[in-house]
């Protein structure tokens, strides 16, 4: 099956080390049913852009919560490995509060189609889905770039804006209180009027 917005994500059960009690639990899919999901695949432990991705991502996990939204991370390391990482280096200690999932096999970044298979490690996959399980947006970028958890903010807020409002769609660069449009045959190639001048950067 190829990965798509709209298609089920796939399922899967794994071991996580929970940061803030230190303790190791059984991590399904089903388990964050009825919620939103990022699911966040990175290299490694112990590296470098790692460090500064999972920091980022802990610096806005208030805001997420707030949104309804649970984090998953998942490398192909050990809970045990997770657990040194997230106590020694300085980016993480006492910082991190999401689970850190372990796929030592390779199996789910496999399954979610970001598996290098020469390096034994996942790219930088990172997946949003929604309360019903179904992936609603993604990115796999290069391992030596880190991503931008501003933008996810933004497309979490998007996506959840059209799943309540299912007859309007959110042009480039919305935010919330930025004008919609109501797609319609009458405004087909007539967009530019339906949004007020000054209300996005490119018009």
């Known amino acids: 099956m190829v990965l798509q917005p709209g298609v089920k994500a796939p399922e899967f059960e794994i071991d996580a080390y929970d940061p803030t009690n230190g303790e190791i639990k059984k991590v399904k899919l089903e388990d964050f049913k009825g919620k939103w999901l990022v699911l966040c695949f990175y290299p490694a432990d112990f590296t470098f852009v790692c460090a500064t991705e999972l920091a980022a991502m802990n610096n806005v996990y208030d805001e997420l919560k707030k949104l309804g939204v649970e984090v998953l991370s998942i490398s192909t390391d050990t809970v045990f490995d997770h657990k040194g990482w ?20 390779g199996k789910v970044a496999r399954a979610y189609g970001v598996y290098k298979e020469d390096e034994g490690v996942a790219f930088r996959g990172r997946f949003i889905i929604d309360p019903d399980g179904v992936i609603q947006a993604y990115e796999v970028v290069t391992l030596n770039m880190g991503r931008n958890v501003n933008e996810l903010l933004r497309q979490i807020k998007a996506l959840q804006y059209i799943r309540e409002h299912p007859d309007e769609v959110t042009p480039a660069q919305w935010e919330p209180g930025k004008p919609t449009i109501k797609p319609s045959i009458k405004i087909a190639g007539r967009v530019g009027e339906q949004i007020p001048k000054g209300s996005y950067p490119y018009w």
């Open 86 to 105: 997230v106590e020694q280096e300085p980016l993480l200690k006492g910082r991190v509060k999401h689970l850190m999932g372990s796929d030592p096999t």
